[in-house]
């Protein structure tokens, strides 16, 4: 979209050169300037408010479309949040489970320990 709107604008200062160099042509020689040049004017006129409306119109969109990403990157920065502490607690309950089994294992071979200890 910045593009094309880069575009319309660069269009817009094109006519404008154009327009400036058929006023020099037209002074040049004023008795054909005023069948040609008031046509040509005419059309650049309403060239010119179409550029204005056109890139109005672009830059309208381009303002929605920044929103857009923003109100995007905000809920995909919301999500990750989400996920990282998803992820922390799945990784708790994993340390919490391994511990357990480890405290497991532990106090079966202190009791297999204390009863070869009895016989």
């Known amino acids: 979209m910045i593009a094309i709107v880069s575009d319309l604008e660069r269009q817009a200062c094109d006519l404008e050169e154009k327009i400036i160099n058929e006023q020099d042509i037209a002074k040049l020689s004023p008795d054909l300037a005023g069948v040609l040049y008031g046509n040509f004017a005419a059309h650049s006129i309403l060239r010119r408010e179409q550029f204005v409306v056109a890139i109005a119109e672009m830059q309208e969109k381009l303002v929605i479309a920044q929103d857009e990403i923003r109100e995007d990157y905000k809920n995909l920065k919301g999500f990750e949040l989400t996920q990282e502490a998803r992820?922390?607690?799945?990784?708790?309950?994993?340390?919490?489970?391994?511990?357990a089994v480890l405290d497991e294992i532990g106090s079966n071979a202190h009791r297999?320990?204390?009863f070869k200890e009895t016989f």
Request: overall charge neutral; aromatic content about 0%.
């Open 87 to 99: 992820d922390k607690v799945d990784a708790l309950e994993q340390s919490r489970s391994e511990h």
């Open 112 to 114: 297999q320990k204390k």
